[in-house]
T-cell receptor
Framework: NAGVTQTPKFQVLKTGQSMTLQCAQD?????MYWYRQDPGMGLRLIYY???????DKGEVPNGYNVSRLNKREFSLRLESAAPSQTSVYFC???????????FGQGTRLTVV | DAKTTQPTSMDCAEGRAANLPCNHS???????VYWYRQIHSQGPQYIIH???NNETNEMASLIITEDRKSSTLILPHATLRDTAVYYC??????????????FGKGTHLIIQP
């Protein structure tokens, strides 16, 4: 049982490049989330998806887009990367009606 | 969501009980107390949650005061692998419960050998 899987684990981008962070869960959870974590900080919610076909903005959505491709997959896209987006990105999922979230191992993104 | 206050850091000797406090004086009647931890470089891990009764699972115990304005997470026999940042989060559960968790800076618990 893999839980929440994120790819890639590490990425270096040049300013202005685009990329998509992938996330998949195999627990049949309805809700999925993307967070970012900057050094010494707690996690901040970027976007979330309550169910397949729906997405909503979190605390820090600017510069990002998301796609809930199906129940398993929730991707995060950076259209034009900026150094301020250097961070560790975590994907999470949770069952409907609970806040017991399961997190992936993170994607460490550096924008130079 | 109610705001929480936690100490920035704490030490505990290996094998002893680690008691992590959390203040949430503005908690509402329908808000639960959740605890997560984050071991260095890993994703956060759910530990336990409760509404007003004390809770225990294989990882920890959660003690919530009668007025619900504070709580304590107890790791009964701390090991070096329990060194992590521990987050106390207060959250309503309802509807889809899907608008995410608000993480503060947490408590950095260091288990000393």
């Amino acid at each position: 049982n893999a839980g929440v899987t994120q790819t890639p684990k590490f990425q270096v981008l040049k300013t202005g490049q685009s990329m998509t962070l992938q996330c998949a869960q195999d627990m049949n959870h309805n809700s999925m989330y993307w967070y970012r974590q900057d050094p010494g900080m707690g996690l901040r919610l970027i976007y979330y998806s309550a169910s397949e076909g729906t997405t909503d903005k979190g605390e820090v959505p600017n510069g990002y887009n998301v796609s809930r491709l199906n129940k398993r997959e929730f991707s995060l896209r950076l259209e034009s990367a900026a150094p301020s987006q250097t961070s560790v990105y975590f994907c999470a999922s949770s069952p409907r009606g609970t806040t017991e979230a399961f997190f992936g191992q993170g994607t460490r993104l550096t924008v130079v | 969501d109610a705001k929480t206050t936690q100490p920035t850091s704490m030490d505990c000797a290996e094998g002893r009980a680690a008691n992590l406090p959390c203040n949430h004086s503005t908690i509402s009647g329908n808000e639960y107390v959740y605890w997560y931890r984050q071991i260095h470089s890993q994703g956060p891990q759910y530990i336990i949650h409760g509404l007003k009764n004390n809770e225990t699972n294989e990882m920890a115990s959660l003690i919530i005061t009668e007025d619900r304005k504070s709580s304590t997470l107890i790791l009964p026999h701390a090991t070096l692998r329990d060194t992590a940042v521990y987050y106390c989060i207060v959250r309503v559960i309802g509807g889809g419960g899907a608008d995410g968790l608000t993480f503060g800076k947490g408590t950095h618990l260091i288990i000393q050998p």
